[in-house]
């Protein structure tokens, strides 16, 4: 089955799932794709959870718990949240790969480094073979495909990062690793009679904004 993972360098969370996407890729053939999450929440009229007070520090709490539960080392970058477009276009320069993607999230989230900048980046860029990141991440046409990239998964219904896409499904966060897990063994899994009702549940109230 083709799959696409959507992701972005800013979310702990998605440097947390790349080592399910390791045991996944042996079932699934994955697209990594690159995206602005930030551009994501703009379009949708949402805030990051860590730009909202109180959630803030419990999703860092959240982050290290996994972290630390599955054994995965962590460190968090000097700032967060950071800008995370040089390391996505870094990321396309060097073909956006599993191992360019493993290596920028080592750099920034194992080893909790900064990457916000070609120079912050100039050492992760060289084991890429990326020698000149200024030009790399300045690229007309990289900078055009990070844009393609976001464009393309907000058509596709991807409202956060980290999401699995296989078909019409779509397994937003970490979190629902253990789901996805799941519904591989059980592809019939949300064909039920409640999985279809609850799809179409009516508001019982809006929001006024």
Known sequence: MNAHWYFDFISPFSYLQLRKLRE????????PVPIAFGAVLAHNGNLGPAEIP????????FVQWQAETAGIPLRFP?????NPLAALRLCIAGGTTWESIEAIFNHLWRDGRAGTDAAELAEVGRLLGVDNVENAINAAEVKSRLRANTDDAIAAGVFGVPTLRVGDERFWGNDASAMIEDWLSHPNRFAGAEYRRIAQLPFGIKRRH
């Open 24 to 31: 996944w890729r042996a079932r699934l053939d994955v697209r």
């Open 54 to 61: 109180g959630r803030r520090e419990f999703t860092y709490r």
């Open 78 to 82: 000097p700032a967060h949240p950071f």
